[in-house]
């Protein structure tokens, strides 16, 4: 889409991609004991410890003092954007639903071949950014043939008694990742955890794919459209006008981000680097976000309210 619009935002677009071109509910729940640097002993750190679940390095994060700032925390790190408070928590949980409404109540737009797999031969999945768990949870207890390991690179949000086939570990997905493969890799609203080279993230997660695996990059774009979604001509190019505050918010939040050295709107770009890197075949699906009162269907107003309420939210984000 190319026009902008203050009555619909941010759009959500996802790609995936595969190297080759939903299920009963579990709710038995384990608890999850993570382990920081001091717990881990030489002998849980040979070769047959780095087998087991992942191989990613499990680290404290108590290491790192956190960041308070703004009437938040914030990782230690500084490199995530958002915080890691009660706040943000409720706010990747409006986000979730917000996500669910753009796939007809679905976690994936991915066609994933579920049916191939069994809970004693499941289908291996990453969630990359699992924030608060919830999606990897989520897709755990549809679909108990999978075995889900969700990373992040801060544990201040992640769940304590998860689904049987879910595990989390702690991780910087920029890092050279561990030889494991997937056969789906998902990876969501990661423009706001400070990804500076978009083309190395995606080239490892490329290279661990099983063959036929699929990728699955979903954002909420950081801009206004002024075009009705029914009646766009994405032919053309065209940007139509929008208000001046919606002008400034843009001009501002590029400025900040070419500063700080991110992109938080890699989505134009991910089908280039995916065809470079040979995947056989690129979707990209676009949805769209009405910000005012715009649609009468319930759905549309569903999604006007869930955006409100993470923009609500999201007032830490000030510019």
Known sequence: MSRYDPDRSSITASSATSKSDMAQSNDG??????????????????DDYSDTTSNYSTISEDTLP????????????????????????????????LYQLCLN??????KLPLDQYTPEDPM??????AG????????????????????????????????????FEIADATETWPNRTYDFIHMRS??????????ALLAEAYDHLNPGGQIEIAEIR??????????????????????????????????????????????????EILNTLGADLIRVRVDWLPIQNWGSDPVTQQKR????????????FAI
């Open 29 to 46: 729940l384990h608890r999850m004991n993570r382990l920081t640097v001091d717990d881990v002993s030489p002998a849980e750190d040979d």
């Open 66 to 97: 956190l960041i308070r700032e703004y009437g938040h925390t914030y990782h230690g790190s500084g490199q995530l954007l958002t915080p890691n408070d009660a706040s943000e928590a409720h706010r990747l949980t409006v986000q979730h639903e």
């Open 105 to 110: 109540g679905n976690l994936a737009d991915s």
């Open 124 to 129: 291996e999945i990453l969630d990359v950014g």
């Open 132 to 167: 608060t768990g919830i999606w990897a949870c989520d897709m755990a207890k549809r679909y108990p043939q999978t075995n889900i390991l969700g990373i992040d690179l801060s544990s201040a949000l992640l769940p304590e008694d998860v689904p049987p086939n879910v595990t």
């Open 190 to 199: 990661l423009a706001g955890g400070g990804v500076r080279d978009w083309n």
């Open 222 to 271: 950081p801009h206004f459209f002024d075009a009705d979604p029914e009646h766009v001509d994405s032919e053309s190019g065209e940007k139509g006008e929008v208000g001046a505050a919606c002008k400034e918010y843009e001009k501002i939040f590029e400025e900040m981000c070419i500063k700080l050295g991110i992109d938080c709107d890699p989505i134009p770009r991910v089908p």
């Open 305 to 316: 309210k869930a955006l409100a309420e993470m923009v609500e939210c999201g007032r830490w």
